[in-house]
């Protein structure tokens, strides 16, 4: 499947357990404006936060980076995209290949390992 950016932030959030924000403005108290989400009621008094960005920012790789690494299927999500190293027989190590150390490479093998689960 082809994905656009916009629709791999978007799975993402899903599987990281965030809320893909969608804010719409509601009228408070003394006519002032509240910037709230219509998915989780989170709401903001001035301009919300941009939405994390793990498709093509080094913060979002970092993020999902460690979400993966403390994931219980990050041995499988090895198998399929990566190496196995055997540094010592005894103890061998998984690693990932240097091409998806890319925010973009990385959060398409996400995705695409998520949704082959």
Known sequence: MSWTDEQ????LHEIVGLCWHEFGVTLTEYYTECIKCVRCSESYWQTPPPRLDFVNTWEGF???WEFM????DW???CVTNGWYIPEIELNPVWHLPVMLISPYAFA???VDFFEDK
């Open 69 to 72: 690494r403390k994931h219980t």
């Open 62 to 64: 970092g993020i999902l």
């Open 108 to 110: 398409k093998a996400v």
């Open 75 to 77: 041995t499988k999500f």
């Open 8 to 11: 791999l932030n978007k799975r």
